[in-house]
C-alpha cells in the first residue's frame, strides 16, 4: 500500500484483512466509487496504452458492459502456457465484437450505476458469474468488445495452480449449491465426475480454431489433465461439503 501511494499519489488505496476473499474487496471497492464508470483488473493484467478511451467510447457509454478478449504473455515455461490455456481458453483473441452471454471478471469496464445496483452479490461472495447474471436478469447486456485486448503475466508452480484450480471451484460449486438441499447436492457433486473430460474437451475445441495455441496444448495436456481434474475434484468437494474456507484462500 505505501509503495502504491507513492507510485500513484492521486489513487485511493482500501486496505483490507489479507484473509479478505477477493469477491468481498472488490465489493469493498465499488462501495468507494464516484466516477461513472468503473474498470476491473488484476494485478497481473497488462492494458495496453490506448485500452481506457476504448472502453469509454464503446457500450459502457450506452449501459453495457464490456470486456476484451485475454492474450497470454507468460510463456517462458509450459507450466504458465498451460495454466493460461486451462483458464483463459473460452477468451482467447481473436474474439469478434458482440453481444456475449459471459465476460472475464479481470479486464471489463461497468457504469458505476449498474454496478452498485447489483455490487450485494459480489459483497455475498460471488464471483462475476453470479455479478454478471443478476445484471443480464434486470435487462443489462454484457460485449466482448475486440479491441479491448489485454495481456495476462502471471506465473506459476505446477502445485500452486492445482492447489487454486481446487480452491476456485469448491468455492464456485459451494456458493452455487448453498441453499439447496442434501439431493440435488449429491446429483450435482455426480454429475461433476464428468467435468474433466467436458473441460478438456472444450478447451480443445477452442485452441483448435487458433493455429497458434494447438501444439502448446497438445504438448501440455498431461498438465491440463491434471488441472481439469483438480478443478472436477474440487466442484465434486464444494457440492457435497460447502465452500468451507476456500473462498479466502483463492489469490
Known amino acids: 500500500a505505501v509503495r502504491t501511494r507513492e507510485a500513484f499519489p492521486w489513487a485511493t488505496v482500501v486496505e483490507v484483512d489479507a484473509d479478505t476473499p477477493i469477491p468481498q474487496m472488490r465489493g469493498v471497492a465499488f462501495a468507494q466509487v464516484r466516477a461513472p464508470v468503473v474498470a476491473v483488473i488484476e494485478d497481473h493484467v497488462q492494458i495496453p ?3 481506457v478511451k476504448t472502453a469509454l467510447e464503446s457500450r459502457v457509454t450506452a449501459g453495457a458492459v464490456v470486456a476484451g478478449p485475454v492474450a497470454n504473455l507468460a510463456t517462458h515455461t509450459l507450466v504458465d502456457r498451460a495454466a493460461f490455456i486451462c483458464e483463459y481458453s473460452h477468451c482467447l ?9 459471459w465476460l472475464p471478471g479481470n479486464s ?68 452455487r449449491v448453498r441453499t439447496k438441499g442434501l439431493g440435488p447436492r449429491v446429483a450435482y457433486a455426480a454429475a461433476s465426475a464428468a467435468l474433466p473430460a467436458i473441460l478438456l474437451l472444450r478447451i480443445w475445441q477452442r485452441v483448435a480454431r487458433r493455429p497458434e495455441y494447438r501444439t502448446t496444448t497438445l504438448a501440455a495436456l498431461p498438465l491440463l489433465l491434471l488441472f481439469v481434474t483438480s478443478w472436477g475434484v474440487g466442484e465434486f468437494a464444494g457440492y457435497l461439503f460447502g465452500a468451507g474456507q476456500t473462498l479466502g484462500k483463492v489469490k
Open 93 to 101: 483473441p481473436p474474439v469478434a465484437s458482440a453481444e456475449s452471454d
Open 108 to 175: 471489463v469496464a461497468y457504469p458505476a450505476s449498474l454496478l452498485k445496483a447489483h455490487a450485494h452479490t459480489v459483497v455475498a461472495g460471488g464471483w462475476e458469474n453470479e455479478l454478471h447474471a443478476s445484471m443480464r436478469a434486470a435487462g443489462a447486456t454484457l460485449h466482448f468488445v475486440a479491441e479491448l485486448q489485454v495481456g495476462h503475466d502471471k506465473h506459476y508452480s505446477v502445485w500452486e495452480y492445482l492447489s487454486q484450480r481446487y480452491l476456485y471451484a469448491r468455492s464456485y460449486a459451494g456458493n
Open 49 to 51: 496504452a490506448g485500452w
